[in-house]
């Protein structure tokens, strides 16, 4: 089967330009103006940009937590990502303390296997490190292809870990060529304000904002910042979401070390002013918090500056029943947002379309610098000769209005309900195959591939 997309705008990390691309079964095969090549299908792009498919490294399946699952599985949450034109996930398997890291893995692969719309890969939460579970890290990234290992610095009991076991991780993460990447806010801080809030009857979900400020984020930041330095290990930030916490990054940077952070559309684009007074405020518990324009501002300088390599979505979405779980008490609120959906669309239109981003620093963020931090470049985050055929085409102009009634994602209410959006992806092609066209998904569950990730370099 092959394909030719003709005469669309060319962007990609680096570059921008029109010609035409040529598609062997799943793979580039030419880039070229007035390709010769007799296509089985062309598609004229004209007047469309032609993206390296989105890589959302930070998303949360079918996860169960504090009771519940997240209301995406493997199906409708890589459905949604295609329709918004992110064709890669990484999900991230997470250890239950007292059990081995591989037992986590047969529980994930029971729940992805044969399920996935589009292509994903894992990474691995250590809540235990032992000299059991130790010995398990150097196969997880020869034979399974997963290279990053993320770290609890909060949520004592169930997934936190000290930092001498962080320090052990760190180093045998590095031994094998792996990343460690970290929940950056310190736990016990943010205990001890849950409980005087709680104590106090402040139990609205705005005290979840209370209860988890900016400086339980900059200080767990930049210890981890800290230990990275002092071990030498590739590490990696997820969904920061303050500039104190941005701050810590950049001190990293002024000791010569490379910390790559990742912040997620809803820190770039919402605040704390949504958790309001009422209930309504649950919809945007998660952790950290959103924060306040002052950090929003901060964190599109970082991506602008470049200490920012990522823009993710942390997509860990439940539905309004699910959220009342915590109506007498913001504790008992499962924590997370979707966005798997709209994440490119947004950004295009308040990154590049504001003036914050290029659109080549929009390819970066929202792909490029995925591949490369978790070992995928070339193979994906790229429009080369040899790379896989994952590409959006992407209608700069186009404008439509973001709703829980036309979304994909299985969750009954939208972040960004009402929203007009300008910039909207018509076509999205995964591995050569065209998988979303006219508002239609074209592929079938279990198309999705779990991708084997390469060792990673630390240099991007
Ligand atoms: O509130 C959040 N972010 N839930 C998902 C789990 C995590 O910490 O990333
Ligand atoms: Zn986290
Ligand atoms: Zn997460």
């Known amino acids: 089967m092959s394909l030719m997309i003709t005469n669309g705008r060319i962007i990609t990390a680096g570059e921008d330009f029109t010609a035409d691309l040529f598609i062997q079964d799943e793979i580039i095969s030419a880039i070229g103006a007035h390709l010769p090549m007799q296509a089985d299908r062309v598609i004229d792009a004209a007047g469309l940009l032609v993206m390296p498919g989105g890589i959302d490294p930070h998303v949360h399946l079918a996860l169960p937590t504090m009771g519940t699952i997240s209301s995406d599985d493997y199906t409708t949450g890589t459905r949604a990502a295609l329709f918004g034109g992110t064709t890669t996930v990484i999900d991230f398997v997470t250890q239950t303390k007292g059990h081995a890291l591989h037992a986590a893995l047969d529980e994930w692969r029971m729940r992805s296997d044969g399920r996935a719309c589009g292509d994903y890969g894992f990474h691995m939460i250590v809540t235990d490190l032992n000299s059991m579970t130790k010995s398990e890290i150097a196969p997880l990234i ?17 997934l936190m870990i000290d930092d001498g076991r962080i320090v052990e991780l760190m180093n045998e ?15 016990e801080m943010i205990d001890a304000l849950k409980m005087k809030f709680c104590s106090e009857g402040k139990l609205t979900p705005l005290y979840h904002y209370f209860s988890q400020p900016e400086i339980t984020e900059s200080e767990a930041t930049a210890r981890f910042a800290r230990l990275a330095r002092a071990t030498g290990a590739v590490s990696y930030v997820v969904h920061m979401s303050s500039e104190g916490a941005l701050n810590a990054v950049r001190d990293a940077g002024r000791r010569n070390q490379k910390v790559f952070a990742e912040t997620c559309i809803q820190y770039l684009l919402l605040d704390a002013a949504a958790y309001g007074q009422s209930m309504d405020g649950a919809k945007f518990v998660m952790s950290p918090p959103l924060r306040l324009q002052k950090d929003r501002d901060a964190l599109w300088s970082g991506i602008d500056q470049g200490t920012v390599q990522v823009v993710a979505t942390d997509h860990c979405p439940f539905t309004w029943e699910q959220k009342l779980a915590g109506k007498d008490d913001f504790s008992k609120i499962p924590n997370g947002g979707a966005g798997i959906e709209h994440r490119l669309e947004l950004l295009f239109s308040e990154g590049v379309h504001k003036g914050r981003i290029s ?23 790229s429009i080369a000769v040899g790379s896989d055929a994952d590409l959006i085409l992407f209608d700069p102009d186009e404008e439509h209005v973001i709703s829980s009634s036309t979304h994909h994602m299985n969750v009954d209410y939208s972040a960004y309900e009402g929203w007009r959006v300008k910039g909207k992806t018509k076509t999205v092609i995964l591995r050569g195959m065209v998988a979303v066209e006219r508002d239609e998904l074209c592929v079938k569950p279990g198309f999705g591939r779990y991708l084997k990730r390469n060792t990673v370099s630390g240099v991007i």
């Open 142 to 158: 020869r034979d399974e292809g997963i290279t990053s290992f993320k770290v609890f610095m909060a949520y004592k009991d169930t």
């Open 173 to 187: 993460a590095k031994r094998h060529g792996g990343l460690v990447a970290v929940h950056a806010t310190n736990g």
């Open 359 to 381: 659109p080549g620093r929009f390819v970066e963020v929202t792909s490029t610098n995925a591949a490369k931090i978790f070992g995928l470049f070339p193979r994906k985050g």
